[in-house]
């Protein structure tokens, strides 16, 4: 299996069909994105590390938790080197264990939107301000477990709302997954190279 502390390209497609724990609440993931730190325009690490941004320098298995939009958090797997900014947004999932709570964090949300965005999976899954620069390869309270096989059937294609390199093809999911979001260019993309 890849390591965390491989190239974020290489890591993201592993992190698909993973689990990710926290509490009662299960989530298997079904898509993330690529961000590549100071190599990458779209990354908030890539003018390099600020108190905001230190953990996505790792080390690597530690969680980059932001506010996103002013209106919810939003989690990335940091992977790559020790010291060289990389995360995995994790983007959307299938809530598998804990359903109950789930739903009583989403309010009306059907269970197919449990988890089905990036804020959405945060709230379903309680994660915060609190889980920045937590470790998810431990005993810990949050905890993602990797499949050692690779999915089957992987989609790869633009990112989500990012203004700059729009056309990066580092958003993957599962193929064919009713869990995956619904992707959305950013407008300002168009106007931008």
Known sequence: MIGLDSPVELVAPTLLG????HGEVTVRVTEVEAYGGTSDPASHAYR??????QPMFGPPGRLYVYFSYGMHWAANVVCGPDGTAAGCLLRAGEVVEGIGLARSRRGRATDRDLARGPGRLCQALALGAEHQGASVL????VTLERHPQPAAAISTGPRVGVSVEAERPWRFWLTGDRFVS????????ATRS
């Open 48 to 53: 390099g590390p600020t108190a905001r941004t």
């Open 182 to 189: 619904a992707y959305k260019r950013s407008p300002r993309a």
């Open 138 to 141: 431990g005993d810990g309270p």
């Open 18 to 21: 993973a689990l990710l724990r």
